[in-house]
Structures are given as C-alpha cells and as structure tokens.
C-alpha cells in the first residue's frame, strides 16, 4: 500500500522550532519528487517546499526562506522539514506528498499522494 506519514506537528512558541517528518510506505521516496504545503484555515493551500526526484534541487516559497529547510534521508525513507524561527502566521496543518514530476513543483494539482496532514501550532 503506497502511503505517506506526517508526524512531528505540535505546539511551539514563536521562535521556536519544529522538525515534521514524511515517511514513506510502499515505495521509495527517493523517486519521487516531494512536496511540502500547509493549509491554514482560511486559507487556500500554499506550497512551502519541494526537492525535486531528477537533480536533488530544493525549492522553497519566499515566506519561509531561510528559515526552513528540507532533506531527505534515503536510508529512513523519509523527508524531513525542519521549520526554525517559527511564526503565528506558519500556524497551518502540513501536509507532504509525492510526483512523478522529474522537476520541483510547488503546485498541489502536480502531487496525487499525499498524506493526512500534521497540525503545527505557534502561539504564545
């Protein structure tokens, strides 16, 4: 069964940091090229990172650059998205999913799997 696993959502200050983890079932991850988006309620959903399956490149959206950073580790068969200097406003369930697109995409039309999401909470 081809599945994806979020975890490592929480409630964090702002400041703060958080490391979510996308582990990967039923096949391997590093084929695919991974994408990061989060939702908040509201609000439509937004792309936060990838790393593309054909050159390893890592794309991040502007609202979080250089203070997210994603990898992946091939033996664990998970991706990782360490979030730093976290914000009310990064306040949104996260999702991860998985392309056969050879190239980076931040769009959520180009993913068709993805996993149920991790709730990441900033506040004080």
């Known amino acids: 069964q081809v599945q994806l696993v979020e975890s490592g959502g929480g409630l964090v200050q702002p400041g703060g940091s958080l490391r979510l983890s996308c582990a990967a079932s039923g096949f391997t991850l590093s084929d695919y090229t991974i994408g990061w988006f989060r939702q908040a309620p509201g609000k439509e959903r937004e792309g936060v990172s990838c790393?593309?399956?054909?050159?390893?490149?890592?794309y991040y959206a502007d609202s979080v650059k250089g203070r997210f950073t994603v990898s992946r580790d091939n033996n664990k068969n998970t991706v990782y998205l360490q979030m730093d200097s976290l914000k009310p406003e990064d306040t949104a369930l996260y999702f991860c999913?998985?392309?056969?697109?050879?190239?980076?995409?931040?769009?959520?039309?180009?993913?068709?799997?993805w996993g149920q999401g991790t709730q990441v909470t900033v506040s004080s």
């Open positions: 790393i593309s399956h054909m050159d390893d490149m890592i």
């Open positions: 999913a998985s392309s056969r697109r050879p190239i980076g995409s931040m769009r959520g039309s180009d993913y068709n799997n």
